[in-house]
């Protein structure tokens, strides 16, 4: 079933049914409705969830321990690779390891939402999808915030701040894109030919930084450039990439906006001259070894059949999930 379409007569003729006066009919059908919207709402969420392509979702079943187990080398030893010149008479030494773990706790999400029996007896379906609409926005919205707190978090504890001081105020330059990539390589560890070596591969900031490309002069972009630029659309084209890292403009980043906020005020995180005013993230997602989000239940929806006595029906639904960052030096925290 769509959200934004008419559903078919059975839906309709269920959403009638669920306001009969006979209860056990009435709350048999919220069953079944329930279960109707249970997996397009489901998906609504995976869609919607801007976390959702940082974070490697891992399925646990109930009761499982969400332990991940850390690299055997640990961060800063990537160099520490031995091998050895073995004498014609000898043995080969010996070097014991012990792999370690981190535990990422889950916790439960809830979020429900609920409307008179009259407009079901009406069968006004578009109140019922607009009211499914919220109950998915409020998923939504906490996976959001809770993913990006935790991206916020590591990159505060990581104490590495990246800016171009020859920048005018608030302007994000292709120079500054250039400082994240050698800050980023150069504080990832490892050599040149180590595994997984650390990479930037994706900038968070806001829409009017990004705005800023189109507005780069000529001593920034090459006319060719500068045309491609201005016919390229927001979803794809020149200006979702620069040397190869994407950009991604997020609304809830820029001056006054709801991260840039967390992470000034709840982290006391800080930005560089005094006349920065964004904040942008860098990070590498070049491999799928740090940022993690165990679940161990997937929203679930069930219909609320304690509202019947005061003519209304509901939904809510629950969920368990977790937020974690592995390795810090995936994240880089910048300014402009």
């Known amino acids: 079933m769509s959200f934004l379409t008419k559903p078919d007569e059975y839906f309709i003729e269920l959403l009638r049914r669920?306001?009969?006066?006979?209860?056990?009919?009435?709350?048999?059908?919220?069953?079944?409705?329930?279960?109707?919207?249970?997996?397009?709402?489901?998906?609504?969420?995976?869609?919607?969830?801007?976390?959702?392509?940082?974070?490697?979702?891992?399925?646990?079943?109930?009761?499982?321990?969400?332990?991940?187990?850390?690299?055997?080398l640990s961060p800063g030893d990537e160099d520490d690779h031995v091998a050895y010149t073995i004498p014609n008479h000898g043995r080969i030494p010996e070097r014991a390891v012990e792999g370690d773990y981190v535990m990422i706790p889950t916790y439960s999400i809830a979020s429900a939402i609920d409307w008179t029996l009259r407009y079901a007896r009406e069968a006004r379906w578009d109140i019922v999808a607009r009211a499914t609409q919220v109950l998915e926005a409020g998923f939504v919205k906490k996976m959001n915030d809770d993913g990006w707190h935790t991206v916020l978090a590591a990159?505060?504890?990581?104490?590495?701040?990246?800016?171009?001081?020859?920048?005018?105020?608030?302007?994000?330059?292709?120079?500054?894109?250039?400082?994240?990539?050698?800050?980023?390589?150069?504080?990832?560890g490892g050599n040149t030919a180590s595994v997984k070596q650390g990479r930037l591969t994706d900038i968070f900031l806001s829409p009017e930084g990004v705005e800023d490309v189109r507005n780069w002069g000529v001593d920034q972009l090459d006319e060719m450039s500068r045309r491609e630029v201005y016919v390229s659309s927001d979803d794809g084209g020149s200006l979702t990439r620069i040397f190869g890292v994407n950009l991604h403009a997020l609304t809830e980043f820029g001056e006054g906006q709801e991260y840039q906020t967390y992470y000034s005020s709840d982290l006391s995180g800080s930005l560089g001259p005094s006349s920065d005013v964004e904040l942008v993230i860098g990070l590498d997602l070049s491999s799928n070894d740090s940022f993690v989000m165990p679940v161990k239940q997937e929203v679930t929806i069930y219909a609320d059949d304690s509202l019947h006595r005061q003519q209304r029906a509901g939904l809510y639904g629950t969920a368990e999930i977790g937020f974690g960052c592995l390795d810090n030096r995936r994240v880089l925290v910048g300014s402009f």
């Open 155 to 188: 990159g505060v504890d990581r104490n590495i701040l990246v800016y171009d001081a020859d920048a005018a105020a608030g302007q994000f330059t292709k120079r500054l894109v250039s400082l994240l990539k050698v800050v980023m390589r150069r504080n990832a």
């Open 18 to 72: 669920s306001a009969d006066p006979d209860k056990n009919i009435s709350l048999a059908a919220q069953d079944e409705i329930a279960k109707a919207i249970q997996t397009p709402l489901r998906e609504g969420v995976l869609s919607g969830d801007i976390a959702s392509s940082i974070f490697e979702r891992m399925q646990f079943e109930p009761g499982m321990s969400t332990e991940y187990p850390l690299d055997l």
